[in-house]
């Protein structure tokens, strides 16, 4: 079993959608938690950090459930521009790195 | 102020070649680590550091090796390269481990 799991994708989806991805983690102490984004050929960059109260950023908001081991990302009023991979990264000793969610905005 | 840089962009090898792919920081992060990134696998960690002078293997750590003589450079070496190093490199830097990794560019290692 991968220590970071993702909804494989792809979603494609038309402007304005609501759509969110899912992310599971096996190691229970992990402390750390991130979704970054990685455009086609580009290296990924943070998207935003995720905190166990939960926390938005505009039209993204990320979710935390401990208990279950779940990392949420939500993203609104989709645009042309959120087009890209969606990663989600757990850390604890290190960074680990799911496989990511592809993301198409359509218009 | 560059972030993090990586050299070379591109690169081909032969089977049983090695090379050294370069990775700089400006921001003096004491974090420094290298990922492969293959299709359906992720980001996958070969090598980090946590300070000049300590390095430590990751996930994938065979057929590579690292140093750490300075806070700012940690380059990546490849022994005798295979056709399964194929793949894109990328380096990170941060100020601990559990933090906001900086990505650089990455290479592209192309192994015949």
């Known amino acids: 079993r991968k220590e970071v799991e993702q909804d494989p994708g792809p979603f494609n989806v038309p402007e304005g959608a609501t759509v969110a991805f899912n992310c599971t983690y096996s190691n229970s102490a992990s402390q750390s938690f991130f979704w970054y984004r990685q455009d086609c050929r580009k290296e990924p960059k943070l998207l935003m950090s995720?905190?166990?109260s939960g926390n938005e950023d505009g039209r993204f908001t990320a979710q935390l459930n401990r208990a279950s081991q779940y990392i949420s990302l939500l993203i609104r009023d989709s645009k042309l521009s959120d087009s890209a991979t969606y990663l989600c990264v757990v850390a604890n000793n290190d960074m680990r790195f799911g496989a990511g969610t592809r993301l198409t905005v359509k218009p | 102020n560059a972030g993090v840089t990586q050299t070379p962009k591109f690169q081909v090898l032969k089977t049983g070649q090695s090379m050294t792919l370069q990775c700089a920081q400006d921001?003096?992060?004491?974090?420094m680590s290298w990922y492969r990134q293959d299709p359906g696998m992720g980001l996958r960690l070969i090598h980090y550091?946590?300070?000049?002078?300590?390095?430590d293997q990751g996930e994938v750590p065979n057929g590579y090796n690292v140093s750490r003589s300075t806070t700012e450079d940690f380059p990546l070496r490849l022994l005798s390269a295979a056709p399964s190093q194929t793949s894109v490199y990328f380096c990170?830097?941060?100020?601990?481990?559990?933090?906001?990794?900086?990505f650089g560019p990455g290479t592209r290692l192309l192994v015949l």
């Open positions: 550091s946590v300070g000049a002078g300590i390095t």
């Open positions: 995720v905190y166990s």
């Open positions: 990170a830097s941060s100020r601990t481990r559990r933090e906001t990794q900086y």
């Open positions: 921001m003096n992060h004491e974090y």
